[in-house]
């Protein structure tokens, strides 16, 4: 009886030679299953089913995990205000996690005796890949083809070219990949140093020439509302801001970070709606949430972004650090105004309940309302007692000497 691999497969030139090797070369019966978080469309989806099916493999499965993405990290992320590098809103990195974590339940569900995926030894794909699957499914083996064969491009092609598979071989200049979180960009320009994507690879075109004012409305840290349009899940207003905003040329950028497998590589993206959100939250979250909650926020959410980069998103201080982000959202509810302009926007302000910037209380640099100048006289020799004591110890004891 044949042993039951599990494929993350794509319908790409990599789990497509997978799937030919696994079921041809080491007689696995091949299971493929291919997770959406926000990239495909029911058509590209249905196509990808097809080719599958005439690769050989045994069941092809599609997971709708769009909504379940949103729930598990991308909330999350919003919460913190999460740029890596203060740049990039971890928009590959994020659904790999989601991905893997859907394949390796699929793979226990079907009780397979391997999982496979079509991750190169190069990338950071392959560790967030094999890291979740050694945890959730230890017992089950890992295949990697073309990691372990160490295989070029044209092998690949040379091999499935020979077992008569039809596909279309040609590389594209541009490498695309696209979520619900942000899609990224990599070419010729992203492998060095020095270079910029020109406008042709960037998959959405700057169509949009004048500007435009967006209200977004947040609910307890969640979009709820784009000009007061309801949606029924916040993933839905997601694609809704994207739509808007895409044609803008706003969210376009490249990163530049530091892998997990210890170099640095360069990566285009564009995340109009991402970018967006992550800024208005921010600003919303200045006005109502106080100094301290301010700082803690920004010290645990760079770390919670960076461990999630790196694959680490079953450590249970991840869970820790998401009930924190939770409760520090009880207050951010409010609308923020945005003006959209070709390739840049304007945080225009907010409107809150919890605007800690109230009148009531002064208005900075013009007037107090809350206390006199001799309760400030006061509290700035208290606030300063400590410092003046060390300056004086210091003073004293340079005297001695």
Partial sequence: ????????FSGGLDTSFCVKYLTEEKGYEVHSIIVNTGGFSEDELKKIEEHAKKLGVKSHKTVDAVKNYYESIIRYLIYGNVLKNNTYPLSVSAERLSQALHIASYARELNADAIAHGSTGAGNDQVRFDMVFHIMAPEIEIITPIRDMNLSRAAEVEY???KGVEMNFEKSVYSINKGLWGTSVGGKETLTSNGYLPDEAWPTQVTQTGTEQVKLSFEEGELKRINDQEFAH???AIQHLQQI???????????????IIGIKGRVGFEAAAPILILKAHHALEKHVLSKWQLQWKDQISQFYGTWLHEGQILDPVM????????????NVTGDVFLQLHPYRYQVLGIESPYDLMNNAFGSYGEANRS????DVKGFTR??????????????GAQEEK
Avoid at 1 to 8: C, E, H, N, S
Wanted: net charge neutral.
């Fill in 1 to 8: 009886m044949a042993k039951k691999v599990v494929l993350g």
């Fill in 160 to 162: 499935l070219k020979s």
């Fill in 234 to 236: 916040p993933t839905e």
């Fill in 245 to 259: 905003a895409g044609p803008y040329g706003i969210g376009r950028d490249i990163h530049v970070g530091d892998t």
């Fill in 319 to 330: 869970r820790d650090i998401e009930a924190y982000l939770q409760s520090s959202q009880r």
């Fill in 371 to 374: 206390f006199t100048g001799e």
């Fill in 382 to 395: 208290i606030f300063g007692n400590q410092t003046s004591i060390y300056h004086l110890i210091k003073e």
